[in-house]
Each structure stands twice: as C-alpha cells, then as structure tokens.
C-alpha cells in the first residue's frame, strides 16, 4: 500500500535539519525500492526547506506512522507536524 508523509518542520529549525541530514539520507536510502519519492518543501524563495514530502510502501498505516517516527529527523525533534496517510497513487497514462 502506498503512503504520503507530509511533515512540516519547526520555524528556524534549519540549522536542525542540516545537522541530521546525512543520517535521514541514510534512512530514507535503506528503505529500499518501497521508497517511491521524496524531498523537501522550500519556502517561497524555493531555496529554504521547511519540512519534507514522502511517499513510500509499507503494510499498514500504523506501520507506516512507525517508520517515519524513526526517521531522524523526527528524533531530532524537527517537525512541527507531521501527517500519514494511505494514497492511491496513480501514474500520468494511468489515468
């Protein structure tokens, strides 16, 4: 089942998420092929990231919620916010 993570990152929270950088990198990369796409969200400059979009295979919602719990990024305490939820992705000529 596919799933969508929206996580909204803490204001002045840069410096946090720069620090764990290579550590979510790490997190995100041994997800493997059930990671589908992912990046940050940028403020309106474009340049400045202010939280994160995910989506990602995973069993069940509730594990899905535990995996991104693990990222360290939330260890970090960066995100203000963060939304799960289950997606029917569907790709341009599927339509």
């Known amino acids: 089942m596919l ?3 929206y996580c909204v990152d803490k204001e002045d929270h840069v410096d946090v ?4 950088r290579p550590a ?3 997190f995100m990369a041994a997800k493997g092929e059930a990671l589908k ?6 403020g ?10 995910i989506i990602f295979e ?3 919602l509730e594990a899905a919620k535990e995996w991104i ?3 360290p990024y939330a260890a970090a305490d960066l995100f203000a916010s963060v939304d ?12």
């Open 44 to 53: 309106p400059d474009g340049e400045t990231p202010n939280g994160s979009l």
């Open 24 to 26: 979510h990198l790490d």
């Open 69 to 71: 719990a693990g990222d």
């Open 84 to 95: 799960v939820k289950p997606w029917k992705g569907m790709q341009k000529n599927g339509l």
């Open 3 to 5: 799933f969508i993570a």
């Open 58 to 60: 995973d069993s069940s």
């Open 17 to 20: 998420r720069m620090a764990t």
């Open 37 to 42: 796409l992912a990046g940050p969200t940028t």
